[in-house]
């Protein structure tokens, strides 16, 4: 019988996340912002989300201008001349 790592995955997943996203958002050492280190309620933050924000700059187009993604533009020329990229 093989033990259950459901949990023990979905922390070492987070960890991870955290740990690589240390710098966003203007942390980190060659960060813009004074603080150099996340408090742990930004760490979760970004983790989660490692968007900034969702302004009509950052957000997703659709919401803000009613128009389709760059991801789904270019899906959309390489699906229709049948051109791949690479
Ligand atoms: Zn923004």
């Not at 958002?25 to 603080?35: I, L, Q, S, T, V």
């Not at 968007?51 to 957000?59: E, L």
Request: with cysteine; aromatic share 8%.
């Amino acid at each position: 019988m093989e033990k259950d790592l459901k949990r023990s995955v979905r922390r070492h997943h987070l960890d991870r996340l955290k740990a690589k996203r240390k710098s966003y958002w203007g942390f980190g050492r060659a960060g813009h912002r004074n603080r150099t280190e996340m408090d742990a309620r930004r760490k979760g933050m970004v983790a989660q989300y490692p968007s900034v924000c969702s302004c009509y700059m950052c957000g997703n187009p659709r919401k803000w201008w009613k128009e389709v993604t760059l991801k789904e533009k270019l899906h959309k020329i390489v699906a229709n001349e049948d051109v791949t990229l690479n």
